[in-house]
């Protein structure tokens, strides 16, 4: 079998499987290795302002090789060379020894070197990741997906960070010595990461065309509004980052805090972006990314505000509470961005558009890191603190922060202008995220994915189908779009005690389908939209087409619509056509709504004339007892004659010991019942019923109905219709006039 470059749903889970493992093992060597550990070796040799400003950049700095990377790996297997490149990343890390013997301006120039190379492979790796990323997931899977590993990494890293924490507590390893070691530990974990990266099935090579530099598919992006409004978005949040991450620059230099409490401050951090996965995971895939880059832009930007006047001698906690959030926003945007922008890479020119991206990112980087510790230092020369009573508002990081919030401002105004398909408006969006039936609706979504028991299943699809939010339309709407789903028919009956306006649509298209399975229960859920136009047109045509059983549905349905008569004599010419129980049913139900004079309670022995089965009787006449509310229930009646008792018309009779006829023939009656002598039976009925008159127009039809079995070949009749004109001369005595 020939096998193309695109990878089985077999082998994407097997991609993702190792793609998880990988980013465990990632994240504790990005943690050891990453910026934060060289932020704090930085300060303790000395570095200025600038400099810390390069290390918040440099990650993204050195994308300025890109445009000569796929002429450099041409044809060469996207995950092999990422494997190599990771490789890499953790083995020049080793070059930080030397750092145990040197001191000042040198070791700041070791660390700026090796930290520059670490960047360096680093991007090319991240460059075939996405790559990577989009080959093993699809358009349905790949917001799961993303919020998956973001988890995973992020995880680890609050592992890592603990570890980092802990030794950096301990007085022998506070200082260079604990620091170098955490990273050599770093380079162990980041080399178990690679192999795992290694596994990961891919039959793409890099492509390489001639003419196609990053420049020329830097101008077809930007021709592409698609491309180009959320490559711009990307960007700009980006350069947020990068502004952002001198946040631990600002609480080391200026604020002063301990290595210790620092590696503490990266847990909240890490715990934020853990978070911002698992709620991106939760609603990105529903909600679409559009809504939630733009709610969580607004909220990044009330929280860079908060960095903009926190003082430096505030309490600690402000700083973590600040941290939280705004990584937490920040997060989120950049797992949604990362979303759509997958799905514009290009198949056959992935390495070289993510190239282009990286490599803009580079120069924006530049621009933000050397401009966010240049603002640093301007920002300690001014005047930066305001006084108001005994608060104090305002730090030396003043201008940096600004300078994080306007770019964000930039980002939420190309947010406005990105387009998704499917993806809700950001106040629908809003006003689920923030609406507690609009959670509740996504829990249950969540859980019915999950939920393998029928009863809670069951439970879980009553509760959703309970919640009239969109969000819980959306998903009524996608199963009844399925031509297939273990969940589709008690979603449409759910529907009949919960009606939804926006599916009466959907409803009428599965009740027009003679091939669907659940037409009956579509046409059966249509008659709980009472009045709707549509619902109404929708059932005269099915009361006049297809089987005799969809037509009683339909004529049910259709009474409980309209709510009047209109339709009465229709429905009584068709309903003859009914052979089965569940047929005649529907149509006396149709009749009982539509019939308010109660004409058909004339056709009472309507089934014994016609030689019906016991129990298409006993029901027939179960139900019309209901419908009348009639007390005792005959329905009981029947159910101890059918379970055997010998005694069952005992406790009847002395209920109905309030009719004279009945008190004083009680003998008579069991002894009838006893030896089968029904002809005995009807005549005790047609005594007690003589020259009765009622003000209830239903009562006299079914007295009607009495009168004219007198008539009725006895021969028709058995021991369940003995018992029906019983119960019912009966109940007509105790309520006559």
């Known amino acids: 079998m020939v096998l193309t470059k695109y990878l089985s749903e077999a082998e994407k889970r097997i991609g993702q499987n190792r793609l998880y493992h990988s980013e465990v093992w990632n994240g504790l060597g990005f943690s050891m290795l990453g910026d934060t550990i060289v932020y704090i070796l930085a300060v303790q040799f000395g570095a200025g302002n600038i400099a810390l400003g390069y290390i918040a950049s ?9 445009p000569v990377m796929s002429r450099i790996f041409k044809d060469k297997n996207v995950v092999k060379i990422q494997t190599i490149t990771w490789v ?3 083995l ?7 750092l145990l013997w040197i001191e000042g301006s040198p070791a700041v120039a070791l660390l700026l070197i090796v930290y520059t190379l670490f960047c360096l492979f680093r991007l090319l790796g991240v460059v075939l990741y996405d790559y990577t990323f989009k080959n093993i997931t699809s358009n349905r899977t790949r917001g799961r997906v993303i919020g998956n590993t973001n988890v995973a990494f992020q995880s680890s890293t609050i592992v890592a960070k603990f570890l980092n924490f802990v030794v950096t507590s301990l007085e022998r390893l506070g200082g260079v010595v604990g620091l170098v070691a955490l990273q050599m530990i770093g380079v162990i974990a980041n080399t178990i990461a690679s192999h795992h990266l290694s596994k990961i099935p891919c039959r793409t090579n890099i492509e390489y065309r001639k003419g196609r530099t990053i420049f020329v598919i830097f101008k077809e992006a930007m021709g592409e509004r698609i491309s180009r409004v959320r490559l711009l978005v990307y960007w700009t949040y980006m350069m947020v980052t990068v502004v952002l991450g001198m946040s631990v620059a ?16 990266t847990i909240g951090v890490s715990l934020a972006v853990v978070l911002s996965g698992s709620f991106t995971k939760f609603f990105s895939d529903r909600l679409g990314s559009r809504p939630l880059i733009i709610a969580n832009g607004f909220a990044l930007v ?25 990584n937490f926003f920040l997060g989120v945007i950049s797992i949604l961005i990362r979303r759509l922008l997958a799905g514009v ?13 990286n490599f803009v990112i580079a120069i924006l980087a530049l621009f933000s890191g050397l401009a966010g510790g240049a603002l640093a230092t301007e920002g300690t020369r001014l005047a930066h603190t305001v006084t ?27 947010s406005a202008s990105l387009s998704e398909k499917g993806s809700y408006s950001t106040k629908a969006a809003a006003q689920i995220m923030f609406s507690l039936h609009g959670i509740r609706a996504f829990i249950d979504m969540d859980r019915l994915g999950k939920a393998t028991d029928p009863i809670k299943r069951k439970s879980i699809l009553l509760s959703l189908g309970t919640n009239l939010t969109g969000v819980a339309t959306s998903e009524i709407r996608r199963t009844l779009a399925s031509p297939f789903s273990n969940d589709k028919a008690e979603v449409i009956r759910g529907l009949f005690d919960r009606p939804r306006l926006a599916l009466v649509d959907d409803l009428i298209r599965d009740a027009f389908d003679t091939d669907s399975y659940t037409q009956e229960e579509a046409i059966y859920a249509l008659g709980a939209y009472v009045h709707n136009e549509k619902a109404e047109r929708a059932l005269i045509y099915l009361l006049e087409h297809g089987s005799v059983l969809n037509r009683s549905i339909a004529a049910k349905s259709l009474a409980r619509v309209t709510r009047d008569s209109r339709y009465l004599s229709r429905v009584e010419s068709i309903s003859d056509l009914s052979t089965t129980i569940a047929e005649e049913l529907n149509f006396l139900i149709a009749r009982d709504i539509m019939d308010k004079e109660g004409v058909f309670f004339e056709e009472l022995f309507l089934a014994a004339k016609k030689g019906r089965s016991d129990t298409f009787r006993q029901t027939r006449y179960a139900v019309l007892a209901q419908f009348l509310k009639f007390s005792p229930s005959l329905s009981d009646l029947y159910e101890q004659k059918n379970l055997g008792a010998d005694d069952y018309l005992s406790e009847f009779l002395e209920e109905a010991r309030d009719v004279v006829e009945i008190d004083q023939q ?16 009807w005549a005790i009925c047609f005594s007690m019923t003589r020259n009765l008159t009622f003000r209830d127009s239903r009562l006299r039809h079914l007295y009607q109905a009495i009168l004219e079995s007198q008539s009725m070949p006895r021969a028709q009749t058995d021991g369940d219709d003995a018992l029906a004109v019983l119960y019912f001369s009966y109940q007509l005595k105790k309520n006559m006039q």
């Open 58 to 66: 440099a990650m993204y700095i050195v994308g300025i090789i890109l």
């Open 88 to 90: 890499l990343r953790g």
């Open 92 to 98: 020049v890390c080793v070059l930080y020894l030397p």
């Open 250 to 265: 600002f609480l080391t230099k200026e604020v002063g805090l301990r290595s210790n409490i620092i590696f503490l401050y």
């Open 302 to 326: 009330a929280s860079l505000i908060g960095w903009i006047i926190v003082p430096v001698g505030a309490a600690m906690y402000w700083y973590f509470i600040l941290g939280f959030l705004s």
């Open 345 to 357: 890479i290009p198949d056959d020119e992935g390495v070289g558009f993510n190239s282009m991206v």
């Open 388 to 414: 108001i009573g005994a608060l104090h508002f305002g730090n030396a990081y003043i201008l940096t922060f600004t300078l994080a919030l306007s770019l964000s401002i930039l980002g939420l105004v190309f």
């Open 666 to 681: 009680r003998g008579a009656i069991s002894s009838a019942f006893e030896h089968r002598e029904w002809s005995r039976i």
